[in-house]
């Protein structure tokens, strides 16, 4: 199946289609991954044949390559958020960077003995819709000041 995705960073400057079928979907939970997303996991869409074109920002997007390994980030240089890479492979796609609804199911977490230690039944803890004891009136607050927020009334219960 041939198709297009499209994405875009944080601050919008940078934005991309990618063309190609989609052969994978992982959830790399390996250490580096978890470093450079500062999250659980990385989840990455991987296509062999893709193209990716950057269609505004590309002069601004960078790619770190740790040395003597094969894992690499592109990354917008403004606001840092995660963007593809074209690897010899094909081209990796952060699909968090996606703003299209991907309608695709992770195939598999992958390097699953590299977990975090808080990383296990995560679906057994509470979902709240929004922030936590906020009524959803005061949710359209700007993100950062919401986010911080609840980590300010996380900080308190602890
Ligand atoms: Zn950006
Ligand atoms: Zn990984």
Known sequence: MTRIVSGSC??????FEVSGKIDAFFLCHCSRCRKDTGSAHASNLFAADATLTWLTGG???RTFRLPDT???KSFCSVCGSALPTVEAKGVTIPAGSLD???AI???AHIFGASRAAWDHDLDDVPVHDGLPGVPSSDWAVDNATAHG?????VM???
Do not use: E
């Open 100 to 102: 299209d609804i991907v």
């Open 70 to 72: 094969r894992h690499a």
């Open 59 to 61: 002069n601004q997007v």
């Open 10 to 15: 944080l601050c919008s400057a940078v934005t």
């Open 105 to 107: 199911r992770p195939d």
């Open 156 to 158: 308190r219960l602890g």
């Open 149 to 153: 927020l609840a980590v300010a009334g």
